[in-house]
């Protein structure tokens, strides 16, 4: 079952702050944030395990609502770098397969 | 730079012909992952092997095949080609099958072209 992403797309100018939310209809038990740049591969931000863990990574930081089965990046005073589509993948057993499903992805665009 | 490796980088190839697709995973990692990646359908899991086995099954073809071999290397065939399985190819590694904190690291693609 594919995570849904929100929102889509979102547009900032750099400084602003900006939640990309995924949720899920089925019990999680990782989320996994990666960001795209046009063309390139998916880059690794951070895991979040249930527990609702927050982690954070430079001005990034993630919580994971194990109530809600939802995930929130959060990102803050946004730069130019920050630019690109995020991911989160969702992972429902834990053990001995790391099957991630993608959601479809929320397009950041940071202006300056 | 993630360390994982993948080879070509781009592919140009007519209907119905056969390609195949390599990857290296990052030193020490046993796990190997392939997705693909479309406009319409996403980063989409297509499967993935652990120390040369298979471990799970996503939404890949039968026209799809991988496999793993000794030295971790893998490789994916894809035969009978449509046009829409253009498509960029990821190859992902992990240190492990399974168990908290396992991060897949992705390389940098292939893109196929069918024509």
């Known amino acids: 079952q594919q995570p849904v992403q929100s929102p889509q797309a979102v547009i900032l100018r750099e400084g602003e702050d900006a939640v990309i939310n995924c949720s899920s209809s089925?019990?999680?038990?990782?989320v996994h944030w990666y960001r795209q740049k046009h063309g390139e591969a998916p880059v690794f931000l951070m895991i979040l395990l249930k527990g609702g863990e927050q982690k954070g990574h430079e001005k990034i930081s993630a919580s994971f609502n194990e109530k809600k089965q939802q995930s929130s990046l959060y990102l803050t005073a946004s730069q130019l770098s920050y630019s690109g589509t995020y991911f989160c993948g969702t992972e429902m057993n834990p053990g001995s397969a790391r099957q991630l499903t993608f959601g479809s992805g929320t397009q950041l665009t940071v202006l300056p | 730079d993630s360390g994982v490796t993948q080879t070509p980088k781009h592919l140009i190839t007519a209907t119905g012909q056969r390609v195949t697709l390599r990857c290296s995973p990052r030193s020490g990692d046993l796990s190997v992952y392939w997705y693909q990646q479309s406009l319409d359908q996403g980063l989409q899991f297509l499967i993935q092997?652990?120390?040369?086995?298979?471990?799970a099954k996503g939404n890949i073809l039968e026209r799809f095949s991988a496999q793993q071999f000794p030295d971790l290397h893998s490789e994916l065939n894809l035969s009978s080609l449509e046009l829409g399985d253009s498509a960029l190819y990821f190859c992902?590694?992990?240190?492990?099958?399974?168990?908290?904190?396992?991060?897949?690291?992705f390389g940098p693609g292939t893109r196929l072209t069918v024509l």
């Open positions: 089925k019990a999680l038990y990782s």
């Open positions: 092997y652990y120390n040369g086995e298979e471990r």
């Open positions: 992902a590694s992990s240190v492990e099958a399974g168990g908290p904190g396992d991060t897949q690291y």
